[in-house]
Protein backbone atom coordinates (compact mmCIF):
# COMPACT_ATOMS: atom_id res chain seq x y z
CA UNK A 1 0.00 0.00 0.00
CA UNK A 2 1.55 3.04 -0.86
CA UNK A 3 1.65 6.37 1.17
CA UNK A 4 -1.09 8.10 -0.76
CA UNK A 5 -3.69 4.97 -0.41
CA UNK A 6 -2.54 4.83 3.44
CA UNK A 7 -3.76 8.52 3.78
CA UNK A 8 -6.54 8.08 1.97
CA UNK A 9 -7.68 4.82 4.16
CA UNK A 10 -6.57 6.50 7.38
CA UNK A 11 -8.88 9.51 6.98
CA UNK A 12 -11.91 7.13 5.97
CA UNK A 13 -10.93 4.94 9.08
CA UNK A 14 -10.68 8.08 10.96
CA UNK A 15 -14.34 8.46 9.82
CA UNK A 16 -15.86 5.39 10.59
CA UNK A 17 -13.85 4.96 14.07
CA UNK A 18 -15.66 7.87 14.74
CA UNK A 19 -18.78 6.75 14.46
CA UNK A 20 -18.84 3.36 15.17
CA UNK A 21 -19.83 1.19 21.82
CA UNK A 22 -18.73 -1.92 23.13
CA UNK A 23 -20.30 -2.98 26.36
CA UNK A 24 -18.20 -1.44 29.00
CA UNK A 25 -16.43 -3.87 31.43
CA UNK A 26 -16.27 -2.07 34.76
CA UNK A 27 -14.52 -4.79 37.11
CA UNK A 28 -13.90 -3.52 40.64
CA UNK A 29 -16.39 -1.82 42.60
CA UNK A 30 -19.70 -0.96 40.48
CA UNK A 31 -21.10 0.85 43.10
CA UNK A 32 -23.89 4.03 41.73
CA UNK A 33 -21.93 7.55 42.80
CA UNK A 34 -23.57 10.07 44.01
CA UNK A 35 -22.28 12.92 42.33
CA UNK A 36 -23.50 13.88 39.47
CA UNK A 37 -21.84 12.94 36.25
CA UNK A 38 -22.39 16.28 35.01
CA UNK A 39 -18.78 17.27 37.07
CA UNK A 40 -16.88 14.76 34.58
CA UNK A 41 -18.81 16.17 31.25
CA UNK A 42 -17.64 19.21 32.17
CA UNK A 43 -14.44 17.90 32.56
CA UNK A 44 -13.61 16.98 29.30
CA UNK A 45 -15.25 19.94 28.07
CA UNK A 46 -12.20 22.65 28.74
CA UNK A 47 -10.72 22.23 25.63
CA UNK A 48 -12.81 24.87 24.24
CA UNK A 49 -9.81 27.59 25.09
CA UNK A 50 -8.50 25.78 22.60
CA UNK A 51 -8.86 28.00 19.26
CA UNK A 52 -6.44 27.10 16.76
CA UNK A 53 -4.03 24.17 15.92
CA UNK A 54 -1.40 23.80 13.99
CA UNK A 55 1.22 20.40 13.97
CA UNK A 56 2.28 17.40 12.96
CA UNK A 57 0.40 14.10 13.30
CA UNK A 58 1.65 10.66 12.99
CA UNK A 59 -1.05 8.31 11.62
CA UNK A 60 0.26 4.47 11.76
CA UNK A 61 -2.52 1.99 11.17
CA UNK A 62 -2.02 -1.73 11.76
CA UNK A 63 -4.29 -3.68 9.56
CA UNK A 64 -4.58 -7.74 10.54
CA UNK A 65 -0.78 -7.36 11.33
CA UNK A 66 0.39 -5.03 8.53
CA UNK A 67 1.50 -1.56 9.69
CA UNK A 68 2.13 1.79 7.53
CA UNK A 69 3.20 4.98 9.33
CA UNK A 70 2.90 8.27 7.27
CA UNK A 71 3.30 11.76 9.14
CA UNK A 72 1.25 14.65 8.34
CA UNK A 73 1.15 18.59 8.31
CA UNK A 74 -2.38 19.84 10.35
CA UNK A 75 -4.15 22.88 10.32
CA UNK A 76 -7.48 23.38 12.67
CA UNK A 77 -9.77 26.04 13.89
CA UNK A 78 -12.04 25.09 16.29
CA UNK A 79 -15.94 24.78 15.25
CA UNK A 80 -14.57 25.79 11.66
CA UNK A 81 -12.50 23.58 9.40
CA UNK A 82 -9.41 20.81 10.00
CA UNK A 83 -6.91 20.80 6.52
CA UNK A 84 -4.53 17.64 6.83
CA UNK A 85 -2.01 17.36 4.12
CA UNK A 86 0.11 14.32 3.63
CA UNK A 87 4.18 14.15 2.67
CA UNK A 88 4.90 16.78 -0.31
CA UNK A 89 2.11 17.50 -0.76
CA UNK A 90 0.67 14.08 -3.00
CA UNK A 91 -2.62 14.43 -0.83
CA UNK A 92 -4.69 17.00 0.96
CA UNK A 93 -7.84 16.59 2.98
CA UNK A 94 -9.75 19.83 3.88
CA UNK A 95 -13.61 19.01 6.13
CA UNK A 96 -15.32 21.97 7.50
CA UNK A 97 -19.02 21.89 9.43
CA UNK A 98 -20.36 21.46 5.93
CA UNK A 99 -17.88 20.35 3.42
CA UNK A 100 -15.98 17.14 3.04
CA UNK A 101 -12.92 17.30 0.41
CA UNK A 102 -9.83 15.88 -0.69
CA UNK A 103 -7.71 15.50 -3.48
CA UNK A 104 -5.18 13.06 -4.47
CA UNK A 105 -1.95 14.36 -7.04
CA UNK A 106 -0.17 11.04 -7.91
CA UNK A 107 -3.64 9.25 -9.31
CA UNK A 108 -5.25 13.18 -10.44
CA UNK A 109 -8.31 12.49 -8.70
CA UNK A 110 -10.33 14.02 -6.12
CA UNK A 111 -13.86 13.92 -4.21
CA UNK A 112 -15.89 17.16 -2.70
CA UNK A 113 -19.12 17.26 -1.22
CA UNK A 114 -20.72 16.93 1.91
CA UNK A 115 -20.79 14.45 4.76
CA UNK A 116 -24.03 12.43 3.19
CA UNK A 117 -21.46 10.18 1.37
CA UNK A 118 -19.47 9.34 4.01
CA UNK A 119 -22.58 9.05 5.60
CA UNK A 120 -23.91 6.20 3.25
CA UNK A 121 -20.54 4.25 2.75
CA UNK A 122 -19.95 3.64 6.37
CA UNK A 123 -24.10 3.75 7.31
CA UNK A 124 -24.06 6.05 10.35
CA UNK A 125 -24.25 9.74 11.08
CA UNK A 126 -20.71 12.05 10.67
CA UNK A 127 -20.36 15.18 11.28
CA UNK A 128 -17.29 17.80 11.39
CA UNK A 129 -18.81 18.05 15.55
CA UNK A 130 -17.54 14.52 16.30
CA UNK A 131 -14.55 14.55 14.52
CA UNK A 132 -13.05 17.81 16.43
CA UNK A 133 -14.34 15.87 19.62
CA UNK A 134 -12.25 12.63 18.41
CA UNK A 135 -8.69 14.21 18.47
CA UNK A 136 -9.56 16.47 21.52
CA UNK A 137 -10.87 13.77 23.93
CA UNK A 138 -13.88 15.07 23.98
CA UNK A 139 -17.45 13.02 24.35
CA UNK A 140 -18.60 11.89 20.75
CA UNK A 141 -22.28 12.59 21.75
CA UNK A 142 -24.17 14.46 23.63
CA UNK A 143 -24.34 12.51 27.13
CA UNK A 144 -26.28 14.92 28.88
CA UNK A 145 -29.23 14.42 26.98
CA UNK A 146 -29.19 10.71 27.43
CA UNK A 147 -29.77 8.53 30.61
CA UNK A 148 -26.54 7.76 31.96
CA UNK A 149 -24.69 6.03 35.28
CA UNK A 150 -21.88 7.04 37.08
CA UNK A 151 -19.91 4.11 38.55
CA UNK A 152 -17.07 3.79 39.71
CA UNK A 153 -13.86 1.11 39.34
CA UNK A 154 -10.18 0.73 41.33
CA UNK A 155 -8.63 3.37 39.16
CA UNK A 156 -11.38 5.26 37.36
CA UNK A 157 -15.21 6.68 36.83
CA UNK A 158 -17.48 5.26 34.23
CA UNK A 159 -19.91 7.26 32.27
CA UNK A 160 -22.37 4.53 31.23
CA UNK A 161 -25.61 5.25 28.65
CA UNK A 162 -28.20 2.32 27.43
CA UNK A 163 -30.92 2.27 24.99
CA UNK A 164 -32.61 -0.43 27.66
CA UNK A 165 -31.63 -1.89 30.81
CA UNK A 166 -29.82 -4.54 29.72
CA UNK A 167 -27.28 -2.84 26.42
CA UNK A 168 -25.07 -0.46 26.59
CA UNK A 169 -24.52 1.08 23.75
CA UNK A 170 -21.78 4.16 24.60
CA UNK A 171 -19.10 4.90 28.10
CA UNK A 172 -16.89 7.33 28.76
CA UNK A 173 -13.56 6.15 30.99
CA UNK A 174 -11.91 8.96 33.33
CA UNK A 175 -8.65 8.47 35.29
CA UNK A 176 -10.08 9.06 38.81
CA UNK A 177 -6.97 11.20 40.20
CA UNK A 178 -6.66 13.70 36.98
CA UNK A 179 -10.46 13.62 35.58
CA UNK A 180 -8.89 13.40 32.26
CA UNK A 181 -10.83 11.50 29.33
CA UNK A 182 -9.13 8.38 28.85
CA UNK A 183 -11.16 6.26 27.00
CA UNK A 184 -14.58 5.73 24.88
CA UNK A 185 -16.59 2.92 23.38
CA UNK A 186 -19.14 3.28 20.89
CA UNK A 187 -21.01 1.07 19.17
CA UNK A 188 -23.98 0.93 17.00
CA UNK A 189 -25.94 -1.71 17.56
CA UNK A 190 -28.28 -1.83 14.19
CA UNK A 191 -25.01 -2.40 11.90
CA UNK A 192 -22.37 -3.71 14.77
CA UNK A 193 -19.82 -1.77 14.04
CA UNK A 194 -17.78 -0.28 17.24
CA UNK A 195 -14.46 1.47 18.50
CA UNK A 196 -12.85 1.66 21.48
CA UNK A 197 -10.80 5.09 21.58
CA UNK A 198 -8.02 5.79 23.96
CA UNK A 199 -6.24 8.76 25.06
CA UNK A 200 -2.41 9.33 26.16
CA UNK A 201 -1.78 12.38 27.74
CA UNK A 202 2.08 13.86 28.13
CA UNK A 203 1.13 15.52 31.80
CA UNK A 204 -1.39 14.78 34.74
CA UNK A 205 -2.41 18.77 34.01
CA UNK A 206 -2.90 18.50 30.03
CA UNK A 207 -6.46 19.28 28.90
CA UNK A 208 -5.76 18.11 24.95
CA UNK A 209 -4.36 14.21 24.68
CA UNK A 210 -0.90 14.02 22.57
CA UNK A 211 -1.64 10.08 21.62
CA UNK A 212 -4.72 8.84 20.53
CA UNK A 213 -5.39 5.08 19.43
CA UNK A 214 -8.57 3.65 17.96
CA UNK A 215 -9.05 0.26 17.80
CA UNK A 216 -11.91 -1.51 15.81
CA UNK A 217 -14.39 -3.75 17.78
CA UNK A 218 -16.32 -5.56 15.03
CA UNK A 219 -15.86 -9.35 15.76
CA UNK A 220 -13.73 -10.84 12.53
CA UNK A 221 -11.17 -7.77 12.32
CA UNK A 222 -8.18 -6.90 13.14
CA UNK A 223 -7.25 -2.74 12.60
CA UNK A 224 -6.01 -0.25 14.91
CA UNK A 225 -5.01 3.45 14.49
CA UNK A 226 -2.44 5.33 16.39
CA UNK A 227 -2.17 9.21 16.02
CA UNK A 228 0.58 11.05 17.85
CA UNK A 229 1.17 14.70 17.71
CA UNK A 230 4.95 15.35 17.02
CA UNK A 231 5.08 18.77 17.28
CA UNK A 232 2.08 21.29 18.33
CA UNK A 233 1.10 25.04 18.62
CA UNK A 234 -1.92 26.19 20.37
CA UNK A 235 -3.74 29.61 19.44
CA UNK A 236 -1.63 30.53 16.74
CA UNK A 237 -2.72 32.02 13.42
CA UNK A 238 -3.99 29.21 10.80
CA UNK A 239 -4.70 29.48 6.84
CA UNK A 240 -6.43 26.64 5.05
CA UNK A 241 -4.76 26.84 1.48
CA UNK A 242 -6.88 24.35 -0.12
CA UNK A 243 -8.04 24.01 -4.06
CA UNK A 244 -8.32 21.03 -5.84
CA UNK A 245 -5.70 21.08 -9.45
CA UNK A 246 -7.95 21.76 -12.65
CA UNK A 247 -7.65 18.66 -14.65
CA UNK A 248 -8.41 16.19 -11.83
CA UNK A 249 -11.01 13.36 -12.37
CA UNK A 250 -13.68 12.69 -9.34
CA UNK A 251 -13.61 9.46 -7.95
CA UNK A 252 -17.30 9.41 -8.20
CA UNK A 253 -17.50 9.67 -11.99
Same mark, same amino acid.
Request: with cysteine.
Given at each position: ??? +?? =? &?????? !? *?????? #? $?? @? /? ?47 ? +?? =? &?????? !? *?????? #? $?? @? /? ?56 ? !? ?6 ? $? ?94
Amino acid at each position: MNT +TK =R &FSYLIL !L *LGVMSC #G $VK @K /ASVEADNTVLATSKSSLIEQSQKAIELNSLRGRLRMSLNNNGKNQTVTS +TV =R &FERDSA !L *LISAPF #G $VL @K /AYLDQERLSYYNKLERSYFDGDYNYLQELIGVELNFTQLQNLLFAKPLIDVNSRRAFL !LKSEDSYW $VLTNKNKKAYDFSLRFDKQTLQLIAQDYRISKSNQGARITYAYQKASDFYPNRITLQSLVEGTDIEVDLQWTQAEYNRKVQFNYNIPPGYKSILE
